[in-house]
């Protein structure tokens, strides 16, 4: 990632009115019909029903991502891993903003935000995966059902970002640790 492509870092959660504009932005876009054709097209096993039921789940999980975003860094300052946490949050919330993804909500509407959200869930569940749950919250279902949405090769792309994220913030805690360790 180039220095022009850094997230940013975002301070108390400023970027979720950023987050939910952008949602409300991708909703004028083409609605949920957008969406369905999507889910349609990704999924043409099903039947109608099976669709407009997965399209009404599909948005839930998206409009959902703004409190898991919030909460999420919430609970890191409430217990200290702001360090660690909080720049994850800002990456996924960068890909959040970044108009050109994988899936653009500037063309795609709602669908293009499943590729967000699928990034923003998968990051939350490396979070919680550590020696101590950071979140505890149940995250496998709407990951494996927007990971069907979006498709096997983005979703492989997607958690090589995520996994890059993370390297990213434990080299740098690890470079941290050393500076500190060879100044005491």
Not at 118 to 136: A, K, M, N, S
């Amino acid at each position: 990632m180039s220095e022009e492509t850094q997230p940013q870092k975002a301070e108390n959660s400023g970027n979720i009115p950023d987050i939910l504009a952008v949602i409300e932005s991708a909703k004028a876009r083409g609605g949920l019909d957008a969406l369905e054709k999507h889910i349609a097209k990704v999924l043409p096993e099903a039947d109608e029903l099976e669709v407009h039921q997965a399209t009404e789940v599909a948005a839930e999980v998206i409009d959902s991502i703004p409190v898991l975003l919030a909460t999420a860094r919430q609970e890191a300052h409430a217990c200290g891993r702001d360090a660690i946490v909080c720049p994850l949050l800002d990456r996924a919330e960068w890909y959040y903003l970044h108009p050109i993804d994988l899936i653009p909500e500037m063309t795609q509407g709602l669908a293009g935000l499943l590729d967000d959200s699928y990034l923003v869930i998968r990051i939350l569940q490396h979070l919680d995966r550590g020696p101590e749950t950071f979140l505890d919250w149940d995250l496998d279902y709407p990951a494996r059902f927007i990971e069907r949405l979006v498709e096997a090769p983005i979703a492989e792309q997607l958690d090589r970002i995520a996994i890059e994220a993370i390297d990213k913030v434990s080299a740098r805690q690890s470079a941290a640790w050393q500076r500190t360790a060879h100044s005491a």
